[in-house]
C-alpha cells in the first residue's frame, strides 16, 4: 500500500447567495475533521477550466436549511464562485491511518485483503462499488468476479492487520466451484483391471490474484 493516497471528500454542487458561498455535497463522513478553517482541497475539475492543476483553501463552513455551505479564500461574489461549481474537492490521507469510529475502515484499505469463509481462503477484494442500498465488495473467486454485500450479517469480521475478511454468504450468493468430472474408465479387457478404481477428480485451481492498481476513494467509511 503506497504511503499517501488520495480521498474525496466533497463536491461543489451550486453557488448560494451573492457573496461566494457555494453549496457542498459531502462524500466524508467525518466533515467536522476536513471542513475546517485553513483545510486546503485539490480540486478535479475540467483541463479547460482555470482551476485545473489548483487547490483552494477553506475559509469557513456553515449549515444552512440542514445543506453544508462553503466560504473559500478568494471567493468573493458569486460570479467567481460559479467558476467553481461541479468541482470535486480532495485530500491527501496516510494510506495507513484507521477511522476512529469502530468497524469503519477506508474504501482503498479493503482492496487486495483475502476473503475467508468456513476457515478457507475463497478469493481476493478486488474492489469496492457503491450502490444506492449498500457497498458491495467485488470478490475475484476462480478467476470471476462475484459481487458480496458489504453488510455485517454477510461480512461479520474485517481484520486489516491479517489482510483479511471472513464472509458467511447465504445459500446461493455464491456459486460453488465445480470441481472437474472424473475421467471414465475404459473397458476392461482384461480381468484384474476390471476392480480398478476410477481415477480422482482434479481439484478446482484457485485463480485469485492481487490487483495491483491504484484506485482513490470517497473518505466514507
Known amino acids: 500500500m503506497p504511503a499517501?493516497?488520495?480521498l474525496r471528500v466533497g463536491r461543489i454542487a451550486r453557488?448560494?447567495?451573492?457573496?461566494?458561498?457555494?453549496?457542498?455535497?459531502?462524500?466524508?463522513?467525518?466533515?467536522?475533521?476536513?471542513?475546517v478553517p485553513g483545510a486546503r482541497?485539490?480540486?478535479q475539475v475540467?483541463?479547460?477550466?482555470?482551476?485545473?492543476?489548483?487547490?483552494?483553501e477553506l475559509a469557513e463552513l456553515r449549515v444552512y436549511n440542514g445543506s453544508p455551505v462553503a466560504f473559500f479564500k478568494g471567493i468573493g461574489d458569486r460570479?467567481?464562485?460559479?467558476?467553481?461549481?461541479k468541482a470535486v474537492l480532495w485530500v491527501e490521507q496516510d494510506a495507513t491511518e484507521l477511522p476512529t469510529e469502530p468497524d469503519a475502515w477506508y474504501v482503498h484499505q479493503l482492496a487486495g485483503l483475502e476473503v475467508w469463509r468456513e476457515g478457507e481462503r475463497?478469493?481476493?477484494?478486488?474492489?469496492?462499488?457503491?450502490?444506492?442500498?449498500?457497498?458491495m465488495l467485488i470478490v475475484e473467486i476462480a478467476g470471476?468476479?462475484?459481487?458480496?454485500?458489504?453488510?455485517?450479517?454477510?461480512?461479520?469480521?474485517?481484520?486489516?492487520?491479517?489482510?483479511?475478511?471472513?464472509?458467511t454468504p447465504p445459500p446461493g450468493l455464491l456459486?460453488?466451484?465445480e470441481e472437474e468430472a472424473p475421467t471414465e474408465a475404459p473397458a476392461a479387457t482384461e480381468p484384474e483391471a476390471a476392480d480398478a478404481e476410477p481415477s480422482a477428480p482434479a481439484e478446482a485451481d484457485d485463480a485469485s490474484a492481487p490487483d495491483t492498481s491504484e484506485t482513490a476513494d470517497d473518505e466514507r467509511a
Not at 46 to 56: A, C, Q, V
Not at 79 to 85: F, G, I, K, R
Open 4 to 6: 499517501r493516497t488520495q
Open 15 to 35: 453557488a448560494h447567495g451573492l457573496k461566494g458561498a457555494l453549496k457542498i455535497e459531502l462524500y466524508t463522513d467525518d466533515p467536522g475533521r476536513r471542513f
Open 41 to 43: 482541497f485539490a480540486l
Open 46 to 56: 475540467p483541463t479547460s477550466s482555470k482551476w485545473h492543476g489548483k487547490s483552494i
Open 79 to 85: 460570479t467567481e464562485a460559479e467558476t467553481l461549481v
Open 122 to 135: 475463497v478469493g481476493r477484494v478486488v474492489r469496492v462499488d457503491a450502490m444506492p442500498a449498500q457497498d
Open 144 to 167: 470471476d468476479e462475484v459481487m458480496i454485500p458489504f453488510v455485517k450479517a454477510i461480512v461479520p469480521e474485517v481484520d486489516l492487520r491479517a489482510g483479511r475478511i471472513v464472509i
Open 175 to 177: 456459486e460453488e466451484l
